[in-house]
């Protein structure tokens, strides 16, 4: 009886070590990690380039801050603009990263085709790009797109300059899902502020997940091993 009990623990101790593994994977800031040496780019930066060589790079000082519903209003769709939120609120609700396939395999070997719009507590393999609503200093809402790492530190409470964004559409069906909370915080949805860094993520996907994994075995070995070793020394087993 007492080897079941101890197996039954054994097995609930690996369980757990799994689960702090994920856990500390997806929430550690890998990516920021990686870029933390990125050069903030200037207004005069941006009239020399294309828009999409500077979104989701970090802000300098003279890039146009979005400040009110008006200046959200007058930003072009070719803009490169930033936001400092006074507020951040999950909505739940991603769009599939445009550098992820829209085909997946499946395990019978044929493929099978990503949903575009997804819930993200499904969304293991960081697919997909969660809607935010984010607070201008107006106390206004609109819609944002934001790196994972740059949200946490939101939710979190510090005060940040977001990176170089743009003003993208608005995913409908993805808006058809947040239609209520939308309404109660009286967003702006025409239009949404992008400042993910897609040739960074394209590039660099593969290598992130890699790194995540190795991160989430190494906590689950560690975790799992400690938890077994409590449970042995408790239940005094000696082998």
Not at 80 to 88: F, G, K, Q, S
Not at 105 to 123: A, N, W
Not at 125 to 148: G, K, N, R, V
Not at 222 to 237: A, E, M
């Amino acid at each position: 009886m007492k080897k079941k009990i101890v197996k039954v623990l054994e097995f609930v101790m690996v369980i757990l070590g799994i689960i702090a593994g994920v856990f500390v994977a997806k929430n550690i800031s890998v990516e920021s990690m990686l870029r933390k040496k990125e050069e903030p780019v200037t207004l005069a930066m941006t009239e020399d380039g294309l828009q999409e060589d500077f979104i989701g790079l970090p802000a300098a000082d003279d890039i146009t801050r979005v400040e009110s519903q008006e200046d959200w209003d007058d930003t072009w769709a070719v803009s490169c603009v930033t936001v400092e939120p006074l507020e951040v609120i999950p909505t739940g609700i991603g769009v599939r990263h445009p550098w992820i396939s829209a085909y997946s395999r499946s395990r019978r070997g044929g493929t099978r085709k990503r949903p575009e719009v997804s819930r993200m507590v499904f969304d293991i393999l960081d697919e997909y790009a969660e809607y935010y609503l984010i607070q201008l200093p107006d106390q206004s809402y609109i819609l944002a797109q934001m790196p994972t790492d740059v949200a946490r530190k939101l939710k979190a409470g510090k005060q940040i300059t977001l990176p170089v964004g743009k003003k993208g559409g608005v995913h409908q069906q993805a808006l058809a899902n947040i239609k209520d909370l939308c309404e109660e915080y009286d967003v702006n949805t025409e239009g949404i502020f992008y400042c993910i860094n897609d040739t960074w993520n394209e590039g660099h996907y593969l290598m992130v997940q890699i790194i995540k994994l190795g991160i989430a075995f190494l906590v689950m070995l560690v975790v799992g091993t400690i938890l077994i070793t409590i449970v042995n020394k408790v239940l005094k087993v000696k082998d």
